[in-house]
């Protein structure tokens, strides 16, 4: 494990520059959990996750003449903004490389913070091959994102800052990828109090260090599929994992409709937005992967905000629709005046509210003279729904659901 004290040091270096995130008491997670429930806002740090405590106390140890040559990292996300907006703050170059398929918004935030940014290679792993053979033709500082004794210290001041408000936390909840948040904070734990539980929580389309925790060996992966993108990681690093395998106590797996369920529950509960990655603590918790003692205390970890604003649309889409607060039905009329007008008045002694609707009479499935008409609408609920059905068949119409 990363020795203590260069944890606490890594507290003192970053102290000006990143911010104690709130860590607030979560009264809808300890209802439901019977627990003592408190969550770590990493999505309220600057750049909007935790990666930048452990990029600044690495550039932040470099020599003069480490800084004077400048900095590469590789990342399509958090890591590059930490990276970027620690180097500016330094005053030091720094260079970034991306995936070609990285979002523009996420390129021009990397260069708004000062950044060089080269686009290079398909995924992350290409861009990081590229990335170190960069840095070693121009004699550049390679900043990793979690394989680094200083980044992974960086990381673990947030145990500090949690100990610092709640001094007797009894387990502290994870998301890992690489790996580096969740050693940094189970080093700090376990030589602070031996007895504070550490649990990893990963996404079951990046499984490799779930699959090594589980086999204490490693075992990378083929590929990655997930929405959380922050622990879409596939490939495990032997340091991470023998820190890992030494520190933590338990680990569980999550799937995109459990991490999405999560991100939703933070927004509407909580009115916060959390990425997948920052999300899939709670995504544990909610779907109670994880057994406490009853009115223990519990930290759960929210590691980054950044998420996507169109997979943040979909989420809630289909959110809704899973909790029965739209429905999609599809009827089929006779195509003449007044036809559309007597179904939406049925709608309407249903109190359903439509919010979209589209009228289709070109159909090849459609005998002539009839349209299909496909109707959106906003429900309270499964006995809501029920009650919609009864009317419309009552009425004689004939529909299907999507």
């Known amino acids: 494990m990363i020795e203590l004290n260069k944890i606490y040091q890594a507290k003192q270096k970053i102290a000006d520059f990143a911010l104690k995130t709130p860590f607030s008491h979560s009264h809808f997670l300890s209802e439901l959990c019977g627990a003592e429930i408190y969550l770590k806002n990493e999505n309220l740090q600057r750049t909007g996750a935790y990666k930048i405590r452990g990029a600044y106390n690495k550039i932040a140890n470099l ?225 109670k992967k994880i057994n406490f003692k009853q009115n223990s205390k519990i930290a759960a970890v929210l590691s980054g905000g950044n998420i996507d604003v169109q997979m943040l649309n979909i989420i809630i889409e289909k959110g809704l629709f899973k909790a029965y607060r739209k429905m999609q039905i599809m009827v089929t009329l006779i195509d003449k005046p007044g036809a559309l007008m007597s179904l939406t008045d049925s709608l309407k002694s249903a109190n359903a509210n439509i919010v979209k609707i589209d009228y289709d009479r070109f159909s090849t499935k459609l005998d002539y003279g009839d349209a299909m008409i496909s109707i959106t609408l906003e429900t309270k609920g499964l006995e809501h729904q029920e009650e919609l059905r009864k009317i419309l068949k009552k009425k004689g119409y004939k529909f299907s659901e999507i």
């Open 63 to 287: 020599s003069e003449a480490e800084k004077k040559n400048g900095v590469i990292a590789a990342s399509a996300g958090n890591h590059a903004q930490g990276v970027a907006i620690s180097a500016k703050n330094f005053g030091i170059k720094s260079t970034i490389v991306m995936p070609e398929s990285t979002p523009l918004l996420k390129v021009s935030a990397t260069r708004n913070l000062g950044a060089n940014v080269i686009l290079k290679g398909d995924n992350f792993d290409e861009s990081y091959d590229f990335a170190l053979r960069y840095a070693k033709e121009n004699k550049l500082s390679f900043i990793h994102p979690f394989e680094d004794d200083l980044v992974i210290a960086g990381q673990g001041t947030i145990m500090l800052e949690m100990l610092d408000d709640v001094s007797d936390l009894e387990a502290v909840i994870l998301p890992v990828g690489g790996g580096g948040l969740i050693s940094g904070v189970a080093s700090a734990a376990k030589q602070i109090n031996p007895n504070i539980k550490i649990i990893g929580v990963s996404a079951k389309g990046a499984p490799a260090m779930y699959e090594s925790y589980k086999n204490k060996r490693l075992k990378n992966s083929k590929s990655v599929r997930t929405i959380a993108d922050g622990i879409a990681v596939r490939d495990v690093s032997a340091k991470n994992l023998d820190i890992i395998l030494e520190c933590v106590d338990e680990f569980v797996q999550v799937d995109d409709e459990e991490i999405a369920e999560a991100v939703l529950f933070l927004l509407e509960k909580h009115k916060i937005i959390v990425e997948g990655a920052g999300a899939a603590t709670v995504a544990a918790l909610l779907q």
